[in-house]
């Protein structure tokens, strides 16, 4: 494994332990300031919209696995297809199931990271849960 798929695979680990931790601050800090995210139902959107998505769900619970099916490397550019199972449990509420593929586009940015630059989100509920929660993808 390259060095840079290596990292590549940090960056997804790192993103499912923020998310789950409720680290917004660390989730931005694995994106391109020029990010663009595309779920079912939605016109694609940045990163304001995605960390205003977040901060509109503090307090809720997440957990969910992550499973890098592919990653390619293409020099500053890589893509990954991701498996991932979250659940989202608001405070008091029910918890909402959402499973599936992700596509995405990461660019190793000039202080030499891997940041998440595209990615299309392809989770849907699963049967018997509640609609998904917007603005929470892959990485």
């Given at each position: 494994m390259s060095n840079d798929e290596i990292s590549i695979r940090q960056v997804v680990a790192t993103w499912m332990a923020a998310s789950t931790s409720g680290d917004l601050a660390r989730v931005l800090e694995l994106m391109t300031d020029d990010v663009v995210f595309m779920v079912?139902?939605?016109?694609?959107?940045?990163?304001?919209?995605?960390?205003?998505?977040?901060?509109?769900?503090?307090?809720?619970?997440?957990?969910?696995?992550?499973?890098?099916?592919?990653?390619q490397v293409l020099g500053d550019w890589a893509f990954i297809r991701n498996r991932i199972d979250m659940t989202a449990t608001p405070p008091g509420g029910a918890a909402v199931r959402r499973s599936g593929y992700t596509l995405t586009l990461l660019r190793k940015e000039p202080d030499g990271k891997w940041r998440l630059a595209r990615d299309a989100n392809l989770m849907t509920p699963k049967p018997g849960a509640h609609a998904p929660a917007p603005g929470h993808s892959s990485g």
């Open positions: 079912p139902g939605q016109e694609p959107f940045g990163k304001q919209a995605f960390s205003d998505a977040s901060a509109s769900m503090a307090g809720t619970k997440m957990e969910g696995s992550s499973e890098i099916v592919e990653i």
